[in-house]
């Protein structure tokens, strides 16, 4: 398997910055290596949880790995954010197309020349009353029409057409939710059919070893 070398650009006075990863071949190829989890969940990998989050994150009946879903349909997945461990649900809501036009206040220039943005709509909910607030939904990306992953934007900052934003204050409760957009893109000829979700939480935190070696996928 070969991945392109990704490529960090800061893009404006306001912070913004972007990786870009070329595809991959295969679904274990999926998560581009210059990818991590948004900060809290990063500060939170070596944080133990307490024992109630333990007892919530043990409730919770996962979605076996490398499932395949359709548009639509809910994977529950184990989830930590600073001492608090427990469980999401992730739903693929819808894909939208954009246009190139659409990535210029994104300012990656040749890079992403002839690609097409897509935005992908998902609901994020709490499925274990698990303290999740201002936490974000970490790493997905966009699947073309073959399976394989399309090149992956992050963006740090706000971006119109796509806001992943985070849970909030209120993501405390079971039932909770809240929506996210995840931008990906198609190179010339291609389109995103499908999206793929690997975090970093998903591969680590379920009690099975081998869990997360394979993401779940929507198309």
């Given at each position: 398997m070969?991945?392109?070398m990704?490529?960090v650009?800061a893009?404006?006075?306001?912070a913004?910055a972007?990786?870009l990863?070329?595809?991959s071949s295969?679904?274990?190829?999926?998560?581009?290596?210059?990818?991590?989890?948004p900060?809290s969940s990063?500060?939170a990998?070596?944080?133990a949880?307490?024992?109630?989050?333990?007892a919530?994150s043990s409730a919770?009946e996962?979605t076996?790995q490398?499932?395949?879903l359709?548009?639509?349909?809910?994977?529950?997945?184990?989830?930590?954010?600073?001492?608090?461990?427990?469980?999401?649900?992730v739903?693929v809501?819808?894909?939208?197309?954009?246009?190139?036009?659409?990535?210029a206040p994104?300012?990656l220039?040749?890079r992403?020349?002839?690609?097409?943005?897509?935005?992908?709509?998902v609901?994020?909910?709490n499925?274990?009353?698990s303290?999740?607030?201002?936490s974000?939904l970490g790493?997905?990306?966009?699947?073309?029409a073959?399976?394989?992953?399309?090149?992956?934007v992050?963006?740090?900052?706000k971006?119109e057409k796509c806001?992943s934003?985070n849970?909030?204050?209120a993501f405390?409760?079971k039932g909770?939710?809240y929506?996210?957009c995840?931008?990906?893109?198609a190179?010339?000829g291609?389109?995103?059919?499908?999206?793929s979700y690997?975090?970093?939480?998903y591969?680590d935190?379920?009690?099975?070893?081998d869990y997360g070696?394979?993401?779940?996928?929507?198309q």
């Open positions: 070969r991945t392109a990704p490529v650009l893009v404006s006075a306001t913004m972007f990786a990863s070329g595809c295969s679904s274990e190829g999926s998560t581009p290596a210059i990818a991590t989890p900060a990063a500060a990998s070596s944080a949880p307490s024992s109630s989050s333990a919530a919770a996962y076996k490398g499932t395949k359709k548009i639509g349909e809910k994977a529950v997945v184990p989830f930590k954010s600073q001492k608090n461990a427990g469980a999401i649900g739903t809501t819808g894909i939208d197309k954009g246009a190139e036009a659409d990535l994104l300012k220039g040749d992403a020349k002839g690609m097409t943005p897509y935005y992908i709509q609901k994020v909910t499925e274990t009353g303290d999740f607030s201002y974000s790493l997905m990306n966009g699947l073309l073959d399976g394989t992953s399309g090149p992956h992050t963006v740090i900052g971006f806001d934003g849970s909030g204050k405390t409760t909770a939710s929506d996210s995840v931008l990906a893109l190179p010339a291609a389109e995103v059919k499908g999206a690997s975090a970093s939480t591969r935190l379920a009690p099975e070893t070696k394979d993401a779940v996928t929507w």
